[in-house]
């Protein structure tokens, strides 16, 4: 008794000074969880296995042998791409990726045509249906719109139709007016020089599209060949001007990507330079000697501070001066400087 009522008290001590020990983590037991785990979803696939065979049998017993084998073929390429793990979300879904629906950004009525263009082939080439980007097309253009309830009334419509019908709404310029627009385009005041090159080559890249739905009314090297010019002599800059002019040439064959890199390095060349010009040039002072111009006076004008006389210095009278002054030349009067009666009478 004595003994066990000492070991009683030992594991008493040592639960109070140890405290509640949790189980060592060690690879062995990473190890033995996988495995278990990896039991646990074998079992799983098995169940569903046997699952598969027996619908399977079922079938077959009631449509022949040889539509069993093809529906246990079936099943097995099934089982395969079922329980697939999304390494982006981490959860487990159906083997077939369900495909949003496609849809075009913003409203038609604010959209450009070849914005609108763009994102429809966008949508083919990813796959959806011309009836799916019909209906994003349609839902796009807003519910108040006389438009969408003309396309919504048709039975049937081809995205061919619908791209006509939203070009003639959008009021699509004309191959001539974005031909004319860019033989007349220039930097306009507070655009840089970059954005004045991209808004050329949006500019050039409508006509080309334009041109081709009026039957190629515009070669497309006539039109690089005007965009370049537009470019050279729009740009405001001489220096960036007279640095750019060797690449838009016509017969330069400058890709656009060519054109962004020497269009900003020629930025950078006037930055820097307008940087030096501004560092080593002072300001002149100029001076300018003060010249004190006065007016002739009469004595009268003088002895009363006034800076204007309109007195004539040959009679004294008001309103007129010497020059054309009608009273005979005698001696009296103004002629010495003053009203007459000031002269003396010696």
Not at 80 to 107: C, E, L, P, R
Request: some cysteine; charged content about 25%; glycine content about 8%.
């Amino acid at each position: 008794m004595a003994e066990g009522g000492k070991g009683a008290q030992n594991s008493s001590s040592d639960d109070k000074t140890s405290g509640p020990q949790t189980p060592e983590v060690t690879m062995k037991n990473l190890v033995d969880a996988t495995t278990n785990l990896a039991r646990v979803v074998d079992g799983c696939f098995t169940g569903i296995e046997r699952l598969g065979e027996r619908l399977a049998t079922l079938e077959g017993e009631s449509a022949g042998e040889g539509s069993h084998t093809v529906r246990r073929a079936l099943w097995q390429s099934e089982k395969k791409s079922m329980w697939k793990v999304d390494s982006s979300k981490g959860n487990q879904q159906a083997g077939s990726n369900h495909k949003k629906d496609f849809k075009i950004t913003g409203q038609i009525g604010e959209l450009s045509f070849s914005s609108i263009t763009y994102q429809i082939k966008s949508g083919l080439r990813q796959g959806y249906t011309e009836g799916e980007v019909i209906d994003a097309v349609i839902k796009a253009i807003p519910p108040s719109s006389h438009l969408r309830s003309y396309l919504e009334g048709q039975d049937q419509l081809s995205l061919e139709i619908v791209e006509q019908v939203v070009r003639a709404h959008c009021s699509q310029e004309t191959a001539t007016d974005l031909y004319r627009q860019l033989s007349l385009a220039n930097q306009g005041v507070g655009e840089s020089p970059t954005e004045f090159l991209m808004r050329g080559m949006s500019l050039r890249d409508r006509v080309v599209a334009a041109s081709k739905e009026e039957d190629g009314l515009y070669d497309a090297k006539l039109v690089q060949a005007m965009f370049l010019r537009s470019v050279q002599t729009g740009l405001r800059d001489n220096n960036i001007r007279m640095e750019m002019k060797p690449h838009l040439v016509a017969n330069s064959n400058s890709s656009d990507v060519l054109l962004l890199e020497k269009m900003g390095r020629a930025i950078v060349d006037q930055k820097e330079r307008d940087e030096k010009l501004a560092s080593t040039s002072s300001p002149q002072q100029v001076h300018v000697n003060k010249i004190t111009v006065t007016s002739p006076r009469c004595n009268q004008c003088t002895q009363q501070g006034m800076e204007l006389c309109r007195h004539c210095f040959r009679c004294g009278g008001n309103n007129h001066i010497a020059r054309w002054c009608r009273t005979p030349n005698k001696n009296q009067g103004n002629a010495s400087g003053a009203p007459q009666g000031d002269e003396g009478s010696s």
